[in-house]
């Protein structure tokens, strides 16, 4: 049996329970009045109407309990039979509701007569009468008292749930701050872990930088050095083979030394190849 099914069961016996003391308390209703005590009796009717009212918020508050449970239940047959409990239910706390009504109505009744026979015994003459005077200042001192203390202690009674209750949403609270912090004390954590990751990394690609800074600088220095040198030599191969092509145009070289030709055009011929590269 899972756990829902569990807390319904126990709900059951706790409405049975609750029931069966709102009966007893109707029944003490309805008796109020025909022992022919109606003072007294007068005086303890709102006490047992407080305990039947109390067991009346009891049964609602049942009610609400299970058609909440009923709709948490396993499987579809037992939602169907919870929530047709609830409605059975229902129509047992209106007949305890009316059955309550018409208790007090018979009380009232039997009360008003109890008082009515009082007054007549009291209103008659003899030693009985006085007698019967005192004992009712009496019992009605004590009834007072009684009722007195029991008001005392409902009220203390009272406090006391409201402190409990208190209490507990205090402590309901207190354990909700805790897992919040707890909560929060791992995400900074995980953050933490991952701050750090993301410095030693911002490091990394710092440095990364810098090199490539580097890199590309002592690229850029070689690339302009090799450049210049190919400037430089192309500059002084063209300004020697202007300088050969204007003496020989000049008549400085004879063209008819065939040793000198031959080395001129070699060396023409080398200044064309380098040209050329």
Same mark, same amino acid.
């Given at each position: 049996?899972?756990?829902?099914?569990?807390?319904?069961?126990?709900?059951?016996?706790?409405?049975?329970?609750?029931?069966?003391?709102?009966?007893?308390?109707?029944?003490?209703?309805?008796?109020?009045?025909?022992?022919? @005590?109606?003072?007294?009796?007068?005086? /303890?009717?709102?006490?047992?109407?407080?305990?039947?009212?109390?067991?009346?918020?009891? +049964?609602?508050?049942?009610?609400?309990?299970?058609?909440?449970?009923?709709?948490?239940?396993?499987?579809?047959?037992?939602?169907?039979?919870?929530?047709?409990?609830?409605?059975?239910?229902?129509?047992?706390?209106?007949?305890?509701?009316?059955?309550?009504?018409?208790?007090?109505?018979?009380?009232?009744?039997? =009360?008003? @007569?109890? &008082?009515?026979?009082?007054?007549?015994?009291?209103?008659?003459?003899?030693?009985?009468?006085?007698?019967?005077?005192?004992?009712?200042?009496? @019992?009605?001192?004590?009834?007072?008292?009684?009722?007195?203390?029991?008001?005392?202690?409902?009220?203390?009674?009272?406090?006391?749930?409201?402190?409990?209750?208190?209490? /507990?949403?205090?402590?309901?609270?207190?354990?909700? !701050?805790?897992?919040?912090?707890?909560?929060?004390? !791992?995400?900074?954590?995980?953050?933490?872990?991952?701050?750090?990751?993301?410095?030693?990394?911002?490091?990394?690609?710092?440095?990364?930088?810098? =090199?490539?800074?580097?890199?590309?600088?002592?690229?850029?220095?070689?690339?302009?050095?090799?450049?210049?040198?190919?400037?430089?030599?192309?500059?002084?191969?063209?300004?020697?083979?202007?300088?050969?092509?204007? /003496?020989?145009?000049?008549?400085?070289?004879?063209? @008819?030394?065939?040793?000198?030709? &031959?080395?001129?055009?070699?060396?023409?011929? /080398? +200044?064309?190849?380098?040209?050329?590269?």
């Amino acid at each position: 049996m899972d756990e829902v099914s569990l807390a319904v069961e126990n709900l059951k016996k706790e409405w049975d329970q609750t029931v069966s003391q709102l009966q007893d308390r109707i029944r003490e209703i309805e008796n109020c009045g025909k022992s022919g @005590k109606g003072t007294e009796e007068a005086n /303890a009717l709102p006490r047992l109407n407080e305990a039947a009212q109390d067991c009346l918020a009891s +049964l609602r508050s049942m009610q609400f309990r299970l058609d909440l449970l009923a709709q948490q239940l396993p499987t579809m047959e037992e939602v169907q039979s919870g929530q047709a409990l609830v409605e059975i239910w229902k129509d047992q706390y209106q007949e305890l509701h009316m059955g309550l009504r018409n208790a007090n109505l018979q009380a009232k009744a039997n =009360i008003k @007569k109890a &008082a009515q026979e009082e007054r007549e015994l009291l209103l008659g003459g003899g030693e009985e009468s006085t007698v019967r005077r005192r004992n009712l200042q009496t @019992k009605s001192g004590m009834t007072s008292a009684a009722e007195s203390i029991t008001e005392s202690l409902r009220r203390t009674r009272q406090m006391m749930v409201q402190e409990v209750e208190r209490s /507990a949403s205090t402590l309901a609270t207190v354990d909700e !701050s805790t897992s919040v912090l707890k909560k929060a004390e !791992s995400e900074y954590k995980g953050h933490r872990s991952l701050l750090s990751r993301t410095r030693g990394l911002l490091s990394t690609m710092k440095r990364q930088d810098v =090199i490539d800074r580097i890199i590309l600088a002592v690229g850029l220095l070689i690339f302009l050095m090799a450049v210049l040198y190919v400037v430089s030599k192309r500059v002084g191969v063209l300004t020697l083979q202007r300088k050969i092509v204007a /003496a020989i145009k000049s008549g400085s070289i004879p063209n @008819k030394d065939p040793i000198g030709n &031959a080395a001129l055009n070699q060396g023409i011929a /080398a +200044l064309n190849v380098n040209d050329e590269l």
